[in-house]
């Protein structure tokens, strides 16, 4: 089983702030993708990387993949009460058999 | 399109009950996954589906079975529910290829007592 390491488990932050949250693993991933989930409702994907450095970005959110597609980070800059929500990534692998391995998400709370 | 459909959405059942959880995508994807999610677990894979005729068990298949029916649906069985599988339970489905997005049904809420 390929394990994912999501940090921080939880974070609470004021309008306007900036903050970074971290994927890590020992494996090699063929994709990377960040999920973001309301209260309720199944997982919408954000973004997917496949390519070892790439950086994509949507509006205040920068994701990048490690070089050696072990790692992702998600990035967000001034933050907004509408970002509140449970972002999660998720690694790819298995070729023709391909699935994909979550961390155990990260809860941010974006305080007015 | 209704993409990822899922019954029921919340279901109550006695240790010891058996249940069948439905799943149906309207996208013409190949694969199916069945996740469930625990409060600090995060989503974690019950079985899936890579293709019409296939099953393979993910990370956590013991108390289930799963039958993918046709092309479209994906079923989630309890024999003998026990506690542990009070859970929040996820069906996706994807096309394809590396960049393929997984489409997430709205979750099917179970608690066994």
């Excluded at chain 1, 450095?53 to 597609?69: M, N, P, S, Y």
């Excluded at chain 2, 013409?28 to 995060?42: A, F, K, V």
């Excluded at chain 2, 019950?46 to 289930?64: F, L």
Aim: charged share 15%; aromatic share 10%; glycine share 12%.
């Amino acid at each position: 089983t390929q394990l994912l390491e999501q940090s921080p488990q939880f974070l609470s932050i004021q309008e306007g702030e900036n903050l970074t949250v971290y994927c890590n693993s020992s494996s090699v991933f063929s994709s990377l993708q960040w999920y973001r989930q309301e209260p309720g409702e199944g997982p919408v994907l954000l973004v997917t990387v496949v390519t070892g450095g790439e950086v994509k970005k949507l509006k205040r959110l920068t994701f990048q993949f490690g070089d050696a597609r072990k790692d992702s980070s998600l990035h967000i800059t001034a933050a907004q009460p509408g970002d509140t929500g449970l972002y999660l990534c998720a690694g790819g692998y298995g070729g023709s058999n391909y699935k994909l391995t979550f961390g155990k998400g990260t809860l941010l709370t974006v305080n007015p | 399109n209704a993409g990822v459909t899922q019954t029921p959405k919340f279901q109550v059942l006695k240790t010891g009950q058996s249940m069948t959880l439905q799943c149906a995508q309207d996208m013409n994807h190949n694969s199916m996954y069945w996740y469930r999610q625990d409060p600090g677990m995060g989503l974690r894979l019950i079985y899936y589906s890579a293709s019409e005729g296939t099953t393979d068990k993910g990370e956590v298949p013991n108390g289930y079975n799963v039958s993918r029916l046709n092309k479209r649906e994906f079923s989630l069985r309890l024999e003998s529910a026990a506690p542990s599988q009070t859970s929040v339970y996820f069906c996706a489905s994807r096309l394809g290829g590396v960049r393929g997005e997984q489409y997430f049904g709205p979750g099917t809420r179970l608690t066994v007592t």
